[in-house]
Nanobody, 115 residues
């Protein structure tokens, strides 16, 4: 079992920055990858960024160059640094991991970017 708790969401103006955190209830050092997804109003949940246990990263095109995913295994935490935010980045951001043959999701944190 892994519980994921997100924090750091909020309201920000376009061009601003936010840093999201996702803290796991157990060590993440053995978890192959962790990821951030987002669900915009009226749309399906979609992958935003992913990070492997060795630090390899993947970003969807829409956030490349603006978002940075990182992990601190000592703190059991994954971060998403979001810069140059746009109104289309608005949505609920969910932390995700696959561990022990199961999918785990956090409860989500709302990010709203005003124009």
């Amino acid at each position: 079992q892994v519980q994921l708790v997100e924090s750091g969401g909020g309201l920000v103006q376009a061009g601003g920055s936010l840093r999201l955190s996702c803290t796991a209830s157990r060590s993440i050092s053995s978890i192959n990858f962790m990821a951030w997804h987002r669900q915009a109003p009226g749309k399906q949940r979609q992958l935003v960024a992913r990070i492997g246990s060795g630090g390899s990263t993947y970003y969807v095109d829409a956030v490349k160059g603006r978002f940075t995913i990182s992990r601190d295994n000592a703190k059991n935490t994954v971060y998403l640094q979001m810069n140059s935010l746009k109104p289309e980045d608005t949505g609920v951001y969910y932390c995700y991991c696959y561990a022990d043959l199961n999918n785990y999701w956090g409860q989500g944190t709302q990010v709203t970017v005003s124009s």
